[in-house]
């Protein structure tokens, strides 16, 4: 493997086909080879990472004992989703009321940074100032319509995600995010904004929450159209793996806006080659 032209500062990485593959309901993970041993490594040289996922499932105080539970050594501090963009970005623009399409858990994180939140059918949902959608395999055509009409009113609609599919260990599972999304728009005429990759809004938070600049930043990850993409609109380092929903073969005939600074099998081989800093 080529060494860098200058060793990452700081690293990013993708969860799903990254650091671990779940089953398509989300209910169980394998760790991918070499993630435990990059992230002792990082941890041993205290080199600042983090795991950004586009999963909006649950929160990091959920997610994180899970994970640990299958041996993947990650704290909770170094776990984010798209809903903690989200948080930041609802309470940065002043939003007072969040109706939201998305299960519990997605709730459930999205207070715990502050923001208050209504879903549809509920008293405040009618007067909400902004719609957000995340992960909802539920979703009834009940709550398209309230989120839709907040929308024509002119709230302003947020999402968690707009990729279509997530790596699992059963192969590509259903982004429902990315449907609904596609409900609203049809409808309203309104894209969202993405608060997950590979958005700016990831790429700065990332940038914060790293205290780095973009251009010592690895992103880490196996979707071209997600953190590839986000790293190379934001100026980062992009690391692709064949380990998840793309391969080598396709990574190679990836044009200029989706194409990695490397390609690797697995987060293992950043071991090699003077990717990590001493």
């Keep these: ?16 086909g990254t650091l671990i593959l779940s089953n398509r309901k989300l209910g169980s993970y394998e760790v991918i080879p070499g993630a435990v041993e990059v992230l002792n490594e990082l941890e041993r040289r205290g080199i600042p ?3 950004l996922t586009n999963g909006s499932a649950y929160s990091a105080s959920k997610q994180g004992p ?13 776990l984010f989703t798209p809903n903690s963009v989200a948080g930041k970005v609802f309470a940065e623009r002043g939003y007072r009321n969040v109706l939201v399409l998305g299960t519990p858990g997605v709730v459930e994180a999205l207070e715990g940074h502050g923001i208050r939140c209504t879903q549809p059918g509920d008293p405040d949902a009618a007067s909400a100032d902004a719609v957000y959608t995340a992960w909802h395999p539920e979703c009834s055509m009940a709550d398209i319509h309230a989120a839709a009409g907040r929308v024509l ?11 279509p599919f997530f790596a699992t260990k059963e192969g590509p599972a259903f982004g429902y995010s990315c449907a609904i999304n596609g ?29 780095l600049p973009a251009s010592d930043i690895a992103v880490i990850g196996d979707d071209p159209k997600v953190e590839i993409e986000m790293a190379v609109a934001g100026g980062a380092i992009g690391v692709g793996v064949a380990s998840g929903t793309t391969n080598r073969e396709q990574w190679a005939a990836q044009g200029r806006e989706r194409r990695p600074d490397l390609v690797i099998e697995n987060v293992g081989e950043l071991l090699q080659g003077g990717w990590l800093s001493s």
């Design 153 to 163: 009113d002119g709230a302003p609609f947020y999402t968690a995600s707009d990729v």
């Design 183 to 211: 409900a609203i728009h049809r409808v309203t005429g309104v894209e969202p904004q993405v608060t997950g990759k590979p958005s700016q809004l990831a790429m700065d938070f990332v940038a914060a929450r790293l205290g």
């Design 1 to 16: 493997m080529n060494a860098p032209a200058k060793a990452p500062k700081g690293f990013m990485f993708d969860l799903d």
């Design 66 to 78: 899970r994970l640990r539970e299958v041996g993947l050594p990650i704290i909770d501090g170094h």
């Design 49 to 51: 990472y983090l795991a």
